[in-house]
């Protein structure tokens, strides 16, 4: 099994920027990528970034050139740095994990962050 911890969210005023970190543990030889979904309120829970081993990275459209993700392979860790924040960015952010066979996904337990206009 895979435990994804976030932490890192929080209150921002638009413009300002805040950095969330998931660290994985538990049978983390087994994963590829590693990443971020969101759900805002009334929503369906949607893509932000994904980072896989081989560092291909996918952005959706309306965080590329603000948020970027990184990881650190060595400390099982994924971060999201979070810049230019607006009030659309307001949502629970989802850690997120898949493993190398692409059969099993794993998730986190979410971590709010509200930007104030």
């Known amino acids: 099994q895979v435990q994804l911890v976030e932490s890192g969210g929080g209150l921002v005023q638009a413009g300002g920027s805040l950095r969330l970190s998931c660290v994985a543990s538990?049978?983390?030889?087994?994963?590829?990528?590693l990443g971020w979904y969101r759900q805002a309120p009334g929503k369906q829970r949607e893509l932000v970034a994904t980072k896989a081993l081989n560092s291909y990275t996918n952005y959706a459209d309306s965080v590329k050139g603000r948020f970027t993700i990184s990881r650190d392979i060595a400390k099982d860790t994924v971060y999201l740095q979070m810049n230019s924040l607006k009030p659309e960015d307001t949502a629970v952010y989802y850690c997120?994990?898949?493993?190398?066979?692409?059969?099993?996904?794993?998730w986190g337990q979410g971590t709010q962050v509200t930007v104030s206009s």
């Open positions: 997120y994990a898949r493993n190398v066979a692409g059969d099993r996904e794993y």
């Open positions: 538990g049978s983390i030889f087994r994963l590829n990528v």
